[in-house]
């Protein structure tokens, strides 16, 4: 239901509607939603929304009108009311309070990275994968979605020598509360898999990818994000699609120092 919501923001998302397509009773549904988001129905869609479009507001230049749309309102004035509500200020003061400054050093720990200015534009095609879900800090999310992810993986015998790890950091943490972050282990399969437990069996999105090499700690993450939204989107009026980032890890922490750890990063572009 979480793949739902996140896919249809822009749409109506009723109660009864929501039920229907997971073929529960209101009455259940709704008890049975809170206690899987950990918030009511309503909080998490509103949240969603005005989370996405701060997101928006802070890497495009699309009309605020056109973002309120984007995101599921019927009316500008609905969306920033509500906008002014999560934030404090208006949507066109969040936009011009919050320009982005790039730098290749993360002042808290001083480790370089390297990234990748032009990308590769390749075409790729749908994958399908095991995945698990697990919300705060990133760094302790991410943690625990390999760490339970792998040992389906090893309970189950799929491991192979050419196995892909990939991930989705879905929030931005400027915006998004900590504990409300949401990460993603995605690990691709070959085989048929059914979903167990915490581990869900879902396709990632094919198509045209814009992909950049980083270099250095994960934690350096958000300084490759912000070159490729603030600067390199602008820069190639390039226009996304509705699908999530993908991280490519194509080493492993264990085996490599933090400065040398090399992540693809995949933005999905039309």
């Known amino acids: 239901m979480k793949e739902y919501i996140n896919a249809n923001l822009s749409e109506q998302l009723d109660i009864e509607k929501l039920a229907g397509i997971s073929n529960f009773s209101v009455f259940h549904f709704h008890r049975i939603i809170r206690a899987h988001l950990n918030e009511p129905l309503y909080a998490y869609i509103i ?127 400027s915006v998004t509360d900590a504990s409300k972050l949401r990460y993603e282990a995605c690990i691709v399969i070959k085989k048929d898999v059914l979903p167990e437990g915490e581990i869900g069996v879902k396709e990632l999105a094919g198509g045209k990818y814009a992909i950049f090499r980083h270099t250095g700690p994960y934690e350096n993450f958000s300084a490759t994000y912000n070159y490729i939204f603030s600067q390199w989107l602008a820069k190639n009026k390039s226009e996304l699609r509705n699908v999530p980032c993908l991280e490519l890890y194509l080493n492993s922490p264990g085996k490599a120092k933090p400065e040398n750890l090399k992540t693809d990063i995949y933005v999905p572009i039309v």
């Open 47 to 173: 949240r969603l929304r005005i989370e996405n479009a701060a997101h928006m507001l802070k890497h495009s230049n699309d009309p605020v009108s056109d973002i309120a749309y984007a995101v599921g309102y019927d009316t500008p004035a609905a969306f920033i009311n509500a906008f002014g509500k999560r934030f404090g200020i208006s949507p066109g003061e969040y936009r011009a309070g919050h320009a982005i400054v790039i730098t290749n050093e993360n002042s808290t720990n001083n480790k370089k990275i390297e990234i990748m200015k032009e990308p590769k534009i390749k075409e790729i095609k749908p994958q399908k994968v095991i995945y698990l879900q697990c919300k705060g800090e990133y760094s302790e999310s991410a943690k625990e979605a390999w760490e339970k992810l792998c040992e389906f993986m090893k309970k189950k015998k799929l491991w192979s020598f050419s196995t892909k790890f990939i991930g989705i950091s879905y929030d931005d943490p």
